[in-house]
Structures are given as structure tokens and as C-alpha cells.
């Protein structure tokens, strides 16, 4: 999974770099400022959860890598990238979820 990941971040990051907006899902999704990128993230979400709740595991399945893919576009609008979200897990593990939630700021 780690090689997928890092994989779809290249292609992500050298899209935008590129900044194609023309032949570029990733860069004209870009050019539309990260509110657009979050409420395409947000209609993935929620795709991933009717797929949850209604459909097969290859629909799931499909839904859930769409959601990774804009995910990792509004990451790396943010400048962050997987290895951010990997050191945040690494640094939550062996904490029970209730007490890291519980120590969130409110």
C-alpha cells in the first residue's frame, strides 16, 4: 500500500507542478482553489459511504481509491503529503482512541 501511495503522491505533486489545467484532472481541480477540492473530497466521502452501505466490495473498493485520490490532491495543495499523515499515526500509536480523542483541544 505505502508504494501505492507514494506513487499516486508523485503523480499528484508533478500534475500540479505542471499546472496544466487543460490536460490535467489534478491541476484544474487545483486552479478551482482548495474549497472546490474539499467539496469533491466531501462528495467522495460520501460516495464511499452509500457504496458502504449498498453496494458490492468492488463499488467499495472503487469509492474508497477516489477518496485517496482527492485526498491526497488536498494534502498536497497543503504543501503535506502521506509521510505527514504517517508520522501523525505513528506518533497516535499504542494510545487508546478514547484517550487520544479526549485530549484533543475542544
Known sequence: MGEALTELETVVRDRLAAGDAGASYVASLVAKGRGKIA??????????????????????????????????????????????VAAELARRHGTSGHAEKAARPQ
Do not use: N
Request: proline share 0%.
Open 39 to 84: 467539496q469533491k473530497l466531501g462528495e467522495e466521502a460520501t460516495e464511499t459511504i452509500i457504496a458502504a452501505l449498498t453496494e458490492d466490495d468492488a463499488a467499495l473498493t472503487g469509492e474508497a481509491a477516489d477518496l485517496v485520490f482527492h485526498l491526497t490532491i488536498l494534502l498536497a495543495d497543503r504543501g503535506l503529503g502521506w509521510d505527514a
